[in-house]
Each structure stands twice: as C-alpha cells, then as structure tokens.
C-alpha cells in the first residue's frame, strides 16, 4: 500500500494513515518507510508526507481505544489462536497472529488503566502529578520521556486521559500529549541510529514536523480549553481529542512543507558521495530485521555479495599463475579477511531475525543462506591457500609449468569458474534444472582431477623438466581446485 502511493504527497499521507490505524504503530510506519527511502524506492519528500499521515493515524486509533473494547479482546485471542494453531505457516494462520496481537494489544491497555487507578491513588504520585501544574516545558518533557520508555505514543496518551479524569487535570494532560507526540519521534530517531544516513533523515524529517508543532500548539491550548470544554465535558475524551487534532493540524500545516523540510534533513544528514570503487552499499538493513521476509532478502543480498568478492578472488588466481605477479596475489589473498568478516556478519544479523515469525518456505531459505555462506568461506579460505603455495612454490623459486601443465589448469579453472557462477545462480533463483547441472559438473570435475593426475604421472614417467619441477605445486593446485 505503501509502495502504490507515492505518486504525491497527499495519497502518500493518507496511506502512511492507513496503514498506522492497522498496526497501531506510527514508529513501525516510520521503520518501513525509512527502508524504503535508504533503498532509494522512493524519496524523501513523499516518505515524510508518508509520516505525516502516519501521525494521524495513531492519534484516530487512540480515540477508538478510547471506548471500551474490553469485550473485544477474548474474542480476538480465541479466534486468533484458533486459526493460527488449524492453519499455520498460511495466510490464514497470519491473520490469526495479527488477532492474536490485537487482543493482547486490548488487554494490555484494559490492565494499564485499571493498575493507573491503584497507582494514581497513591498519596505521593498524586503529590507528584500536581507539581507538573506550573510548567508546560516540564509536561512536555514528562511525555516525551514516557512515550520513548514505553515504546508506544499511543499507550502514554490513553494512560494520560484516564489521568485527566481525577489526578492531574485537563490542563497538564494536554501538555503530556504534546510531550508523547513529540517522544514517539524521538524514538524511531532512536531506533534508526545505527542504520545509514538514507534511512536515518525520514525519522529526523519526522521528528523536526513534531518539533514545530510542539512549539505552536502551547499558544493554541487556552483557545481549547475555552471552547471544546462545552461541547465534550469529558476530560478523557477532550485529551484524545487534542491528540487527533494536534496530528490534524500538523498533518495540514506541514504538508505543504514536505519539499523544505526534506532539503533541511539533507543538510542536516548529508549522504556520503560516491567515492572509491571499493564503496558499495551494506544490505544488511537493521531497520529491515522487524520485517522478517525482508530482512531474509537483505541477508541474500550481502551474501551474494561475499560470492562476488570470492569470485573475484579466484579469477585473480590464473593471472597470477601466468604473470608471478606477488603483490597481485597478496592483494588476492587479504580479499579472503573480507570474505570472513562477510560471513560474520551475515551470521550474526541472521541470528537477529525471529525464527518464530518465519513460515517454512522463509525457514528454508534462512538455512540455505547460512549454508551458502558458510561454503563461500570454506572457499576463500581454500583459495587463500592456493595462492600461498603459488607464491612460495613457484614465484620466489622461479618454476614454470610446462605448457601442457599449464592447459590443463587453464581449463579446469575456467571450468571452476562457470561452476561457481552456476552456483550463485541456483542460490538466487533455485533453478531444480540448473541444480541438477551442478551436481552433474561435481562428477565430472572428479573424473577431470583424476585425468589430470594421470597426464602428469605420465610427463614425470618421461622426466619433463617444467613438469618434474612443478610436481607437487601442480598436483595439490588441482586437489584444491576440485576441493
């Protein structure tokens, strides 16, 4: 949904609405979205447009949890767990997770209303509530610092209106809502620290919308408590309803601003330029890790990466075999320190996705990606090793191959080559044909290895001198290459 409308400004507000009023989360909203930016999908403009629907979307889905749905949530746990247990890893079973979330969602805020009672009775809590009445900077504060310890704008605001009914008043209750509003985009700021600069300027973008209305709406507040109080004298209710009317007003406001704004958070968080051919960029998306089948992908990404620098790695090989080029093959062998690190953290950032939240096919390809890169490392390694004896055997002592010798690792190498890009293709797509293909070139590049030996066997029989000088280089050169 998101994808399908960007095409301006005002569609994509009302899709980052949508979907916020769906997952009751304007920080997850802003998640998805600064991956699509630090993707380069979409830009930053329409992202923070985006956002600012998003913001509206939380507050409308705090006026509906502002009602009594208590008698939703049982009903939405059972049948949640009911279709989740008949029909797992399917469509249907992920409906019955999100029931499943939403019920737990109902109950949690049902709990936290009823524990705000106990809690809001207590003598020195009152006592501590009541100081906030003289300073609207320290309410704000207050909210904020709630909204990003809670994790969640929207349970501080129904927390803050069952707080506006008897402890703290209408007055200070409306300044810890533009403290919560301001906090939830502290927190998705906080999040996205670690991730790149494309996707750190949606939350920045956001969070400088949150900061201008904030610094607004304390000059509105007398008008509203002059006017609303007649038409809705329920405190509770006037405190949701200021939340969704300061997210209207920005969302109206700013809207126009979106283009500004964005120029402002590139100067703010400018993008590294292009530089050295060595640059390329990190797929391994912290961002993406909340979205499992997307996080999947990413892990994908960097370890057809890690092919690619052993790719590179073993090409070097024959170059340096025809040229004795040193400072070729130790540049060739510091690339395997790449192919580790690679390996280490495509490991690490798949222990990071829940294996829990995988369907079968996604637990499947989790393993495969494990496997595949872990294969790749075995390989740098091996050809790391290659390039030792390569060096020590052949380079600082001055030894040819003899030219037979010589077209015998040229073919099999090349071949090696073809099987390796073979491979990487069947990691990607899962071609069964090409699969097969693979497994057949495993047989014969057994046979090649034993045909090769034996030609060698039989030059050394007749005393080849490149040959007899070159034995035990060539033999272990294609033991590995078949390794």
């Given at each position: ?12 507000a009302l899709s980052g609405l949508g979907v916020t009023a769906l997952v009751q989360s304007s920080t997850a909203t802003a998640l ?452």
């Amino acid at each position: 949904v998101l994808a399908a409308s960007m095409g301006n400004r005002f569609t994509a507000a009302l899709s980052g609405l949508g979907v916020t009023a769906l997952v009751q989360s304007s920080t997850a909203t802003a998640l998805i979205t600064a991956s699509f930016v630090g993707r380069g999908l979409i830009t930053l403009p329409a992202a923070l447009a985006v956002m600012l629907g998003a913001d509206i979307g939380t507050s409308v889905m705090a006026v509906v949890f502002s009602f009594d749905l208590s008698w939703l949530s049982p009903l939405f746990i059972f049948v949640g767990v009911t279709l989740f247990i008949l029909r797992q890893g399917t469509q249907v079973g992920d409906v019955g997770r999100v029931l499943i979330g939403l019920g737990l969602m109902l109950l949690a805020l049902q709990l936290v209303s009823q524990a705000t009672h106990v809690l809001t009775a207590n003598p020195a809590v009152q006592l501590m509530l009541e100081s906030l009445t003289s300073d609207r900077m320290l309410e704000i504060l207050v909210g904020a610092t709630l909204a990003v310890l809670s994790y969640s704008s929207l349970a501080v605001v129904l927390l803050t209106a069952t707080l506006a009914i008897n402890v703290v008043g209408i007055d200070v209750a409306l300044g810890l809502v533009l403290g919560a509003n301001l906090g939830s985009g502290l927190l998705a700021v906080l999040t996205t620290a670690k991730a790149n600069r494309a996707t750190r300027q949606v939350p920045l973008g956001n969070l400088l919308f949150k900061l201008m209305g904030v610094a607004i709406a304390p000059a509105l507040i007398p008008f509203w408590l002059r006017w609303v109080p007649p038409w809705v004298p329920d405190p509770a209710a006037q405190t949701v309803l200021f939340h969704l009317c300061f997210n209207l007003m920005v969302g109206l406001v700013f809207i126009g601003l979106t283009g500004t704004v964005a120029h402002w958070v590139e100067k703010l968080l400018p993008l590294q330029k292009a530089g050295s051919a060595l640059e390329r960029p990190n797929h391994l998306d912290p961002s993406a890790l909340a979205t499992p089948s997307l996080a999947i992908s990413c892990a994908a990404r960097e370890a057809l990466h890690q092919a690619d620098v052993v790719e590179t790695m073993l090409r070097g090989v024959m170059t340096v075999i025809r040229t004795n080029d040193l400072q070729l093959s130790q540049d060739l062998r510091k690339m395997d320190d790449t192919v580790d690190d690679l390996y280490s953290a495509i490991k690490y950032y798949l222990t990071k996705i829940s294996r829990e939240q995988l369907n079968e096919k996604e637990s499947r390809r989790w393993t495969d990606i494990i496997s595949f890169t872990i294969n790749m490392e075995q390989i740098g390694d091996t050809v790391e090793r290659v390039l030792l004896d390569i060096e020590d055997k052949k380079i600082r002592k001055g030894r040819e191959f003899s030219e037979a010798g010589m077209t015998e690792i040229s073919a099999m190498h090349a071949r090696l080559l073809d099987n390796l890009r073979l491979g990487m293709s069947v990691f990607l797509d899962g071609n069964v044909r090409d699969a097969q293909r693979l497994l057949e070139e495993k047989v014969r590049f057994r046979e090649m290895e034993r045909e090769y030996a034996s030609s060698h066997l039989e030059r050394l029989a007749e005393r080849t001198t490149p040959s007899m000088e070159s034995s035990s280089l060539h033999i272990d050169l294609i033991s590995d290459l078949k390794r």
